[in-house]
């Protein structure tokens, strides 16, 4: 007889015996979850004759849920699902067969291939850039010296090449310092107004000169004979300047001339070598003429009264430096002697007997002095 309050067993006409899968329900248990969806009073589930009874607790595994083959088909009118596949054994002998989707190597993963991004980061203004791409400070600072050493250079040369600098603008400035005395520098530095020549007299012994006049500056109209203004026209004339000495005894007079030309160093260097080449400071009829001012002892030195004279044309500045001596009470020389052959020993002429080459070489010398202390420049021909 059943026991009170234990459900009746399910009858055989009831339902069909379940299918061997039905042994591990899809389903979870309802032991213990409520009362079924229709409502009313709560049942027991059904079970076979035969099995325990089930608990709250089930230690058997679950498997997963395989779809059933397109072909299989639920019985009609039941809720049996149709039969699945056969489950492998299960157990340490059982053999394990790698699933092909889980592999790496798979060509048919169906997995999406996944690819890490470049990692970006952030220079000074909090804008995004890639990591990696900072150039190195060193060739920054590299290429920057560059561009400022190209730019510099070439400034360089368009300045010197628009000035029409040489590059060296050292010499240059002293080149165009010297060109610009004769209105910068007063004439008593020039043409100071006592020269002291030690040992610059015949045998060494010493000369002292006196300025007796001063020409006024102006251009070199008439100043020249023709010869020697055609020799000289290469350089041009910008500025002349004289002055007139005489000795202690007042017996000789001499005129000393600075021409400022307008020539560059290359123009001068190349009148210098032809003036040493050709011998035209030797020249008899390329002779200076005298500053002859009156009420002076030398207001009788003319063109006759000429005895001895010397001409410099400098390199490192655009002046030719000249002296013509000759005797203050206006006597005549026939045969003037260019200052170099004077100033020899045994030389027995009358220009070299009276001392006259000693009185121009001597004074032409003082005066390039004056004019190189006030460029900076050491004197050439010290005596």
């Known amino acids: 007889m059943p026991q009170s309050g234990a459900a009746a067993p399910p009858s055989s006409a009831a339902a069909p015996p379940p299918s061997p899968s039905a042994r591990f329900p899809?389903?979870?248990?309802?032991?213990?979850?409520?009362?079924?969806?229709?409502?009313?009073?709560a049942q027991a589930p059904s079970r076979r004759p035969?099995?325990?009874?089930?608990?709250?607790?089930e230690t058997t595994a679950r498997l997963r849920p395989i779809p059933a083959a397109p072909e299989a088909e639920t019985a009609a009118g039941t809720d049996v699902p149709a039969p699945r596949a056969a489950v492998p054994p299960s157990g340490p002998a059982a053999p394990r067969t790698p699933d092909p989707a889980l592999s790496w190597s798979t060509p048919h993963d169906p997995r999406p291939l996944i690819s890490f991004g470049e990692p970006e980061g952030?220079?000074?203004l909090a804008r995004p850039r890639p990591l990696g791409g900072r150039p190195r400070p060193q060739a920054v600072a590299a290429a920057v010296c560059l561009v400022l050493g190209v730019g510099l250079l070439t400034g360089a040369v368009t300045g010197s090449w628009l000035a029409g600098d040489s590059g060296d603008d050292g010499a240059r400035s002293a080149y165009t310092e010297a060109g610009d005395l004769w209105h910068s520098v007063p004439v008593d530095q020039l043409f100071p107004p006592t020269l002291l020549g030690k040992g610059a007299g015949p045998g060494g012994a010493d000369r002292t000169w006196t300025r007796v006049a001063v020409a006024p500056d102006g251009d070199c109209a008439g100043a020249f004979d023709r010869l020697l203004a055609k020799a000289l026209d290469p350089v041009g004339c910008s500025r002349l300047l004289r002055a007139t000495y005489t000795d202690a005894t007042q017996s000789y007079v001499t005129?000393?001339?600075l021409l400022f030309t307008?020539?560059?160093a290359a123009a001068m260097t190349a009148l210098a070598d032809r003036f040493e080449?050709?011998?035209?400071?030797?020249?008899?009829?390329l002779m200076p003429l005298p500053y002859a001012a009156k009420d002076t002892v030398a207001a009788g030195f003319g063109a006759p009264q000429r005895a001895s004279w010397t001409v410099s044309v400098l390199t490192d500045a655009p002046v030719v430096v000249y002296a013509v001596s000759g005797w203050a009470d206006g006597?005549?020389?026939?045969?003037p002697e260019p200052a170099e052959e004077a100033i020899k020993s045994g030389a027995a002429s009358a220009p070299a007997q009276a001392g006259?080459?000693?009185e121009a070489k001597g004074l032409a010398d003082r005066v390039e002095r004056a004019l190189r202390k006030n460029i900076g420049t050491p004197t050439e021909h010290p005596s």
């Open 26 to 41: 899809d389903a979870a248990p309802t032991v213990g979850r409520g009362a079924p969806r229709g409502g009313g009073a």
């Open 255 to 257: 005129t000393v001339g």
């Open 356 to 358: 006259l080459g000693h």
């Open 277 to 285: 080449k050709q011998g035209l400071g030797r020249r008899e009829d």
């Open 50 to 57: 035969g099995a325990p009874a089930q608990t709250p607790t």
């Open 262 to 264: 307008k020539a560059d």
């Open 122 to 124: 952030y220079d000074g």
């Open 331 to 335: 006597r005549t020389v026939d045969e």
